[in-house]
């Protein structure tokens, strides 16, 4: 099923109606869709890379409004949608554990999840499970986001076809050792 969506999403890239196809997987996959934007971004930036700042846009602005979706299912829904989504991600175990330490470190799980594969609707639905304060929830959510989606067009832009095999295999893992980068200076500086 899953490959099934994948190739359905590749497909809507040539779809006359792409740009609202990006905007509702955008939207989905930041509560429930299991296939990221990126997917559809990529061959849509390829096709017309003079419309990759707006393809970034409409990812950027669906992904947050999807994810203030997944904080409400969180705070609203948790037991009965929010609950059910995470156990079949195989995160239901660990989500009484991670409660606890969610809110303490919660403006860099949203950054991380928001930049890096790490399923992003986990975290906005763990956001409002454990109230996060919205606010900071949307913040944070529009920066990773922003740096995700932004990234990935502008790499397109100016690269073109040559880097969609960076992207799609390694920029998961650069975008991670940035983020534990950033984290690990903060630290330091806090702390030494």
Partial sequence: MLRALYDWTIRMADHPRALWVLAAVSFAESSV???PPDVLMIPMILARPSRAWLIALVA??????GGVLGYAI???????????ILAALGKG??????????????????LTAGVTPFPYKVITIMSGWTAMPLGTF??????ARALRFFLVAGLLWKFGAPIRDFIERRL???????????????????YL
Avoid: H
């Fill in 138 to 143: 949307i913040a944070t959510s529009i920066l």
């Fill in 60 to 65: 950027l602005v669906s992904s947050v409004l």
């Fill in 172 to 190: 998961g893992l650069l975008t991670i050792v940035f983020v534990v980068l950033l984290f690990g200076g903060f630290y330091l500086t806090r």
């Fill in 74 to 84: 969180g705070a609203f829904a948790y037991e009965s949608i929010g609950q059910p």
């Fill in 93 to 110: 175990e660990a989500m009484e554990a991670f409660n606890t330490r969610f809110n303490d470190f919660g403006f860099w799980a949203v």
């Fill in 33 to 35: 869709f299991p296939i």
